[in-house]
């Protein structure tokens, strides 16, 4: 409250007259998360790099492609293991035409267990994700169903299920057999499995949100309320199906004495994922690289090397599901071992029932927009985060605050903290107070140059908004409230003195 202050008094100092600036312990870093993505983007410089494919052929019925794996000394090489060199590349493409080498094939047997229930974080990444719905959004279709009593209680930040549960796991699943779509999943589900989400031990003060003795009643929802009941209800349903299995294999060969390596995977049985998985899903598993039947000691021959080009991609912005994720994981951001392992064991930035709203507080102050599903910062986000402390922004001072905290909590005298926060906060406001703060009015960088940002200028002719950038860039605009003559341009000097009209005074005295 006081640095909200503070920054307001500054900023209409700094030329802004309707400035008013908010502050906060989490909102603040949060707004620095997404200006620090947005700039990082911005200023992100692609790279050309280079993939040597190798099409190899052991009989006319068994081909498949191996990609060149140098290793990580090999001079061509970045620190991500990318070759930049094209020539070299090419070169290497040109040797192993026609080259055989001997295969040596791998294969591990694997399974993935289902995935555990949802948390509201990982609610919200998925809903997110998939449906494009804002963190309030899913929040409140969340809310929504915990009143009319098909979920459980939404705000969790737990992904654990308590095993005396257990008992009312064949009343669930047949409540949810009544309702459409769910009933065949329901019967096939085998409530005699028991899954890594039965784990007393690692539910907190709430367990993970699934549905209730009540799912199968057929009261009306609404379209938002239906999409995350259906990711409640199979994610618990998945719960009750085998691990999905399949079989990894590796194959390694050498080329003309280049190391070459091709995977594939090869689905044995679907398990939990018929349960979640959709269509577009099923396509997208269809698509991953397959191996023809190989075995160790075959011969393959390279038919044809060819180079393909690439370039690297920046970050993507993020959206209302990244974003709370990296909210929660805001620690593994820190340097400082301490620092990230109280970041770690709480709850990051804000808690499961706060990072929503602490999204539509930047929202509704105009510190960032929607993009589509992007959320963007602002011009006036940006000056904020540009004005502010290093400290303020950062995430470390919630860590150190909830160390000071802690030692509190176990016994240390709180008066030494509450002298340090004040003088700390005294010092930062002294701070504050102290800077040129240029806050555009309504957001606004300068239309013409795009650089600077408008603030409030008393000119020779009242009051104006001019670009931050003068001299270089001249832009001016009427400052809202006042009179529009009177932001007008200074007249040219045309080296002529200007002649006064004469005008008639009416006087009125005694008769």
Not at 42 to 51: C, G, I, S, T, Y
Not at 98 to 109: A, H, I, M, N, S
Not at 394 to 399: D, L
Request: glycine share 8%; aromatic share 6%.
């Amino acid at each position: 409250m006081n640095l909200s202050r503070a920054y307001t008094i500054s900023a209409r100092s700094g030329g802004n007259p309707v400035a008013v600036l908010s502050l906060g312990r989490c909102q603040t870093p949060t707004l620095s998360l997404i200006v620090s993505r947005d700039l990082e983007i911005e200023n992100f410089v692609p790279k050309d790099f280079f993939a040597v494919v190798a099409r190899i052929e052991v009989s006319t019925a068994k081909t498949f492609d191996a990609l060149w794996t140098p290793p990580d000394t090999h001079p061509s090489l970045d620190s991500e293991k990318r070759c930049l060199d094209r020539a070299e590349a090419s070169r290497i493409a040109a040797r192993i035409k026609g080259q055989e080498g001997r295969l040596d094939v791998k294969k591990t047997d694997k399974s993935e267990p289902p995935p555990l229930p949802w948390s509201l974080s990982t609610l919200t990444v998925e809903a997110s994700k998939k449906y494009g719905l804002s963190a309030k959004e899913i929040l409140d279709a969340a809310q929504g169903l915990y009143e009319k009593k098909l979920t459980t209680y939404p705000r969790t930040d737990c992904e654990y299920l308590p095993e005396n549960q257990k008992a009312d796991v064949r009343e669930i699943l047949a409540a949810l057999s009544k309702r459409k779509g769910y009933a065949g999943l329901a019967e096939g589900a085998d409530p005699a499995l028991v899954s890594r989400a039965w784990n007393t031990e690692k539910v907190t003060a709430h367990h993970a949100i699934v549905p209730t003795l009540e799912a199968g009643s057929g009261i009306s929802l609404s379209d938002r309320e239906e999409k995350i009941f259906d990711l409640v209800c199979r994610r618990y349903l998945a719960q009750f199906y085998p691990p999905c299995r399949y079989t990894e294999t590796v194959v390694t060969l050498a080329l003309a004495g280049e190391p070459f390596r091709a995977t594939g995977k090869t689905p044995v049985a679907t398990g939990w994922k018929i349960v979640t998985q959709t269509a577009e899903e099923d396509d997208r598993e269809e698509q991953e690289p397959t191996l023809p039947p190989l075995s160790s000691g075959e011969i393959g021959r390279c038919r044809e090397g060819t180079v393909k080009a690439k370039k690297t991609a920046p970050p993507k912005p993020y959206t209302d599901g990244t974003l709370i994720a990296a909210m929660k994981n805001v620690g593994k951001t820190l340097t400082d071992p301490g620092e990230k392992k109280i970041l770690l064991e709480t709850d990051g930035l804000g808690t499961e029932a706060t990072r929503a709203a602490v999204i539509e507080g930047l929202l509704f102050r105009g510190y960032i927009e929607k993009s589509r599903k992007a959320l963007v910062s602002t011009p006036k986000g940006r000056a904020l985060i540009e004005a502010c402390e290093s400290e303020v922004k950062s995430p470390a001072m919630t860590a150190v605050w909830e160390r000071k905290l802690e030692a509190i909590s176990g016994g240390a005298d709180p008066s030494g903290f509450q002298r340090e926060i004040e003088g700390h906060v005294r010092r930062l406001i002294d701070s504050a107070l102290k800077k040129n703060v240029q806050i555009p009015i309504d957001g606004k960088r300068c239309p013409k140059c795009r650089n600077g940002v408008l603030r409030r200028v008393n000119g020779k002719y009242g009051p104006f908004l001019g670009c931050s950038g003068y001299p270089d860039c001249r832009h001016m605009e009427k400052l809202p409230g006042t009179n529009p003559a009177k932001t007008a341009s200074a007249p040219k000097k045309s080296g002529k003195t200007p002649v006064r009209k004469s005008t008639t005074v009416k006087r009125h005295g005694r008769a």
